[in-house]
T-cell receptor, first 113, second 110 residues
Framework: SQTIHQWPATLVQPVGSPLSLECTVE??????LYWYRQAAGRGLQLLFY??????ISSEVPQNLSASRPQDRQFILSSKKLLLSDSGFYLC????????????FGPGTRLTVL | DAKTTQPPSMDCAEGRAANLPCNHS???????VYWYRQIHSQGPQYIIH?????ETNEMASLIITEDRKSSTLILPHATLRDTAVYYC???????????WGAGTKLIIKP
């Protein structure tokens, strides 16, 4: 069966510090991968998606970047965190890209102080 | 912004059917209606999706009106563990990615 892992579960970082969140998927090959951010009480905002190794599509311009160094690994990064980067970050995967059922990880709660 | 409209919150008694409405009056012909739910501080969980016909699975039923302008998610026998935020998604952006709204907070009461 497929599983998706995210770490860390929670993170508190000072403004201006770097960020690296990791997501890995097990039990499937060539998944489509997604990074979302969720502000408190709001729906999910898609940040990045990837259809393959090294292929990243950005949905919104921002202080963040994403990379996919391996087929089942997706990394969200920042060189300098802003207060507005605080939120709940979710990684997800799907078999097909276009409007397919997505499977979400447990999320990382990031607080930037 | 999402073009779906959902009530911000609803209550339902344990053991009763929970009926969650969603309006998507501007849905286009090839856009599916998806439902996810999110239990507090967890990742969302897929529930069901449909295009035109009503759909049923082990979790829920999805009833889509004939004009496709609205739908209802039905949890037939709600339990306390069904307390969550339920998202109805019927919009896609220019990259065919789903657009999420704020959802309905469903509280199941004993």
């Amino acid at each position: 069966s497929q599983t998706i892992h995210q770490w860390p579960a929670t993170l508190v970082q000072p403004v201006g510090s770097p960020l690296s969140l990791e997501c890995t998927v097990e039990g499937t090959s060539n998944p489509n991968l997604y990074w979302y951010r969720q502000a408190a009480g709001r729906g999910l905002q898609l940040l990045f998606y990837s259809v393959g190794i090294g292929q990243i599509s950005s949905e919104v311009p921002q202080n963040l970047s994403a990379s996919r160094p391996q087929d089942r690994q997706f990394i969200l990064s920042s060189k300098k965190l802003l207060l507005s980067d605080s939120g709940f970050y979710l990684c997800a995967w799907s078999v097909r890209l276009l409007a397919d059922e997505q499977f979400f990880g447990p999320g990382t709660r990031l607080t930037v102080l | 912004d999402a073009k779906t409209t959902q009530p911000p919150s609803m209550d339902c008694a344990e053991g009763r059917a929970a009926n969650l409405p969603c309006n998507h009056s501007t849905i286009s012909g090839n856009e599916y209606v998806y439902w996810y739910r999110q239990i507090h501080s967890q990742g969302p969980q897929y529930i069901i999706h449909g295009l035109k016909n009503n759909e049923t699975n082990e979790m829920a039923s999805l009833i889509i009106t004939e004009d496709r302008k609205s739908s209802t998610l039905i949890l037939p026998h709600a339990t306390l563990r069904d307390t969550a935020v339920y998202y109805c998604i019927a919009d896609m952006d220019s990259n065919y990615q789903l657009i999420w709204g704020a959802g309905t907070k469903l509280i199941i009461k004993p």
